[in-house]
C-alpha cells in the first residue's frame, strides 16, 4: 500500500515570508497525490491534487505543489504566508479503501 | 459544500456507556468513511461504506461497529466506550466513483470525551 511521509510536524514561519510543507511518498506506478488544510475545530478541506498532466499543480488561497517523481516528493508552497495560513496540513495518497493521511505539519504563521 | 451533517458535535460520556455517532449526507454518495483524528497520528480509518448494508473495517476498526440502513446516513457505535476513544471523528464522503484520485470530503467533525 502506498504511504506518505510528511517530514516536519510543525512549521514557525513570520507573516508575508516564504514556506515550503515537505512530503514525500512511497513510489508506485501511478501517483495520486493531495493536500488537505484543516483550520482549527474544522474538518479537512481539499486544498490541491495532483492527478496527471503539469506537475505544478495550483490550489486554493495562493498554495502550489509540485509533483517530482525523481525525488517522490509531493511540497507544498507558497511565497508569501498571511496570519490565517496558521492551520494543520496533511499530505495523502490512495490507500487500499480511501486516502491515506501523513501525519501532519502545523504551520504557525506569527506577526 | 458536500452536504455531511454530523451529529451529536461534542459529547462527554462515561466510560462503559454505548455511543453512537450519525453522519447524514444529502447527495447520494455511495462512498462515506468513518475516520479518528489524534495527536501524532493524523487521520485513520475506523470503518467505510460502499453501499447500503456494505461496510469494511478499516485501520483502526476494533471497539468499533457501523451501519448504513439508507445512502444517506451512516452511523458510528462504540459498543462500551474507553477513555481510548476520546477523539475528534470525522465523517467522509467521496465524490465520484471508481478512481482512486476522486476528492474525499469531510463533515465538521465530532469531539467525543469518555471520562
Known amino acids: 500500500a502506498q504511504s506518505v511521509t510528511q517530514l516536519d510536524s510543525q512549521v514557525p514561519v513570520f507573516e508575508e515570508a516564504p514556506v515550503e510543507l515537505r512530503c514525500n511518498y512511497s513510489s508506485s506506478v501511478s501517483v495520486y497525490l493531495f493536500w488537505y488544510v484543516q483550520y482549527p475545530n474544522q474538518g479537512l478541506q481539499l486544498l490541491l491534487k495532483?492527478?496527471?498532466?503539469?506537475?505544478l499543480v495550483k490550489g486554493i488561497n495562493g498554495f502550489e505543489a509540485e509533483f517530482n517523481k525523481s525525488q517522490t516528493s509531493f511540497h507544498l508552497r507558497k511565497p508569501s504566508v498571511h496570519i490565517s495560513d496558521t492551520a494543520e496540513y496533511f499530505c495523502?495518497?490512495?490507500?487500499?479503501?480511501?486516502?491515506?493521511f501523513g501525519k501532519g505539519t502545523m504551520l504557525l504563521v506569527s506577526p | 459544500d458536500a452536504g455531511i451533517t454530523q451529529s451529536p458535535r461534542h459529547k462527554v460520556t462515561e466510560t462503559g456507556t454505548p455511543v453512537t455517532l450519525r453522519c447524514h449526507q444529502t447527495e447520494n454518495h455511495r462512498y462515506m468513511y468513518w475516520y479518528r483524528q489524534d495527536p501524532g497520528h493524523g487521520l485513520r480509518l475506523i470503518h467505510y461504506s460502499y453501499g447500503v448494508k456494505d461496510t469494511d473495517k478499516g485501520e483502526v476498526s476494533d471497539g468499533y461497529s457501523v451501519s448504513r440502513s439508507k445512502t444517506e446516513d451512516f452511523l458510528l457505535t462504540l459498543e462500551s466506550a474507553t477513555s481510548s476513544q476520546t477523539s475528534v471523528y470525522f465523517c467522509?464522503?467521496?465524490?465520484?466513483?471508481?478512481?482512486?484520485?476522486?476528492?474525499?470530503?469531510f463533515g465538521e467533525g465530532s469531539w467525543l470525551t469518555v471520562v
Open positions: 467522509a464522503i467521496t465524490v465520484g466513483e471508481g478512481s482512486s484520485g476522486n476528492t474525499i470530503y
Open positions: 495523502a495518497v490512495p490507500g487500499d479503501s480511501t486516502l491515506t
Open positions: 495532483y492527478l496527471s498532466g503539469s506537475t
